[in-house]
């Protein structure tokens, strides 16, 4: 630990001597918020300093570590030249409260490139993550329809492959969640679908494709049914990197929608951010969207308008996280409308690819065509004694990180895997033969599996203990 290694006045900098008068700093900080004494830190040179946390950032997996598979979050390789436009001095050093025209062009221009792949036609950026633009898109339904003296919609329908967030987003507006069914083939359920449907229904919220990674091939009758009972459709666009150039949301009959910047446009994210959720809706809605609105007035100014009495108003401090605009914006111009079609065309292929390979020893819940994802499932293991856990820990002794398992809940011992079409044939054959042999391990030595993993930091961590009580400090 980097305490322990300290040494008395051992130093890894060199600071000026402070010029402020001591009565000017009491002056301009209150006496309650000055330090009596000095603040307890390590003292070490900057050697020490630098391996430390190069060795800590070695215990960590990333998409730079190793394969990182992980169905429905698309940890893609996030390109540098991203982190190096969100950096320009003209975007770091600009304060959220000046409107800078450079800033409020860059939002602008993607929010029409988003529409445009979307079949969108209007976004507002201020959403902080897919969640919460769930939560934004609801609110405009919700808005709608009390708009049009329609209060009493208050059930959303959610199928019940849907995202864990949609019920939740559903609950937080107060509304109630009406689950539909999925039928063999991982479709939505259409007879389950017409039972459900009364003349309180708000609208239906959809993952298309689906998180068992399945496009719904009923998606136009879908929309119907739910239009002609006076309700709207929600599409949760966490999966649109499957679709990007190929089908647009807005051409399937959805009104509201939300994207992931930080997942399908390729800005980081994990460990709680940071997160972009822009919300979309066709013309009829663009009147809801959270303000203010930025618009280009007759004269070229980019500027914000407040000017907006429908809206459901500011859901976000300033006008969300620029940063990972910045970098969207950057990954959309540098891909092109060629490049993100084909983004989704090596995704879907070699989503396809590694089931195809996978399915020759362990079991695919719904054996069709998928498009970025697919789910397995480890009932014939979990026989066994082995479950879906124990297979997630024994991938990562072979530098290989887990996929979402236990998730959709509508299979048993899932294992959802998304490979993202940045990774080559030969790091799936690898990745397919390591499965191979946990899947032997698991009927011959199922021991090794339970007490995964051997060769990481640290052995198995009771998950639910660290989640909820985690250890932050170094004493």
């Known amino acids: 630990m980097i305490f322990e290694r300290s040494v008395e ?11 402020v008068p001591a009565r000017d700093t009491e002056d301009l900080i209150p006496a309650g918020l000055l330090r009596k004494k000095a603040a307890e830190l390590p003292e070490l040179g900057e050697a020490d300093v630098l391996r430390h946390f190069v060795g800590l950032s070695k215990k960590n997996h990333g998409v730079l570590s190793g394969f990182y598979p992980l169905g429905s979050c698309t940890m893609k390789y996030n390109p540098a030249i991203n982190e190096v436009v969100s950096s320009l001095p003209g975007f770091t050093d600009a304060h959220p409260l000046i409107n800078c025209q450079g800033s409020l062009r860059l939002m602008y221009e993607l929010q029409g490139m988003l529409a445009e792949i979307t079949g969108m036609d209007a976004f507002s950026l201020q959403p902080a993550a897919g969640a919460h633009g769930e939560h934004a898109g609801l609110m405009i339904i919700k808005a709608c329809h009390e708009k ?14 849907a995202h864990g967030t949609n019920p939740a987003s559903v609950s937080m507006m107060g509304m109630d969640t009406v689950h539909v069914k999925s039928d063999k083939n991982g479709n939505v359920d259409i007879n ?21 990674g399945l496009f719904e091939v009923n998606v136009e009758e879908i929309a119907e049914i739910v239009h002609g009972a006076g309700g709207l459709l929600y599409y949760d666009g966490a999966n649109q990197n499957a679709i990007m150039g190929i089908s647009r949301p807005g051409d399937m009959g959805f009104d509201v929608m939300h994207l992931n910047l ?4 390729s800005a980081p994210h994990g460990g709680g951010g940071p997160g972009s959720g822009p919300v979309g809706v066709k013309k009829d809605l663009a009147a809801f969207l959270p303000r203010p609105a930025i618009v280009l007035d007759g004269k070229g100014i980019f500027r914000l308008d407040e000017d ?11 006008y969300g996280n620029f940063s990972v605009m910045v970098r969207a914006y950057a990954y959309i111009l540098s891909m092109g409308a060629a490049g993100l079609k084909s983004a989704s065309e090596n995704a879907v292929l070699n989503a396809n690819y590694l089931m195809f390979k996978l399915k020759e020893f362990m079991k695919i819940e719904y054996d069709r065509i998928c498009m970025h994802e697919f789910v397995a499932a480890g009932t ?11 297979i997630a820990k024994r991938m990562l002794d072979f530098g290989v990180h887990p996929p979402t398992i236990y998730f959709p809940l509508i299979v048993k011992e899932a294992m ?10 030969q790091t799936l054959d690898a990745f397919v033969e390591i499965m191979r042999g946990i899947i032997k391990e698991a009927s011959e030595n199922p021991d090794l599996l339970k007490t995964a993993p051997h060769n990481t930091p640290v052995g198995r961590l009771d998950d639910v203990k660290a989640a909820r009580k985690p250890v932050l400090t170094w004493k």
């Not at 389950?192 to 068992?212: E, F, Q």
């Not at 959802?416 to 044939?425: G, K, L, N």
């Open 148 to 161: 049009n003296g329609r209060s009493e919609r208050t059930k959303i329908l959610v199928p019940d492959s």
């Open 9 to 19: 006045n051992r130093f890894a900098y060199s600071l000026p001597e402070c010029d």
């Open 416 to 425: 959802m895997f998304e490979p993202t079409e940045s990774e080559s044939m």
């Open 262 to 265: 930080h997942k399908t446009f």
């Open 308 to 318: 907006m009495p429908d809206s459901i108003g500011r859901v976000r401090s300033f």
């Open 380 to 390: 014939p293991q979990k026989e066994q004694g082995v479950s879906a856990l124990d």
């Open 192 to 212: 389950d679908l017409r039972a459900r449907i009364d003349d309180k229904i708000a609208g239906l919220m959809l993952t298309n494709p689906s998180t068992l």
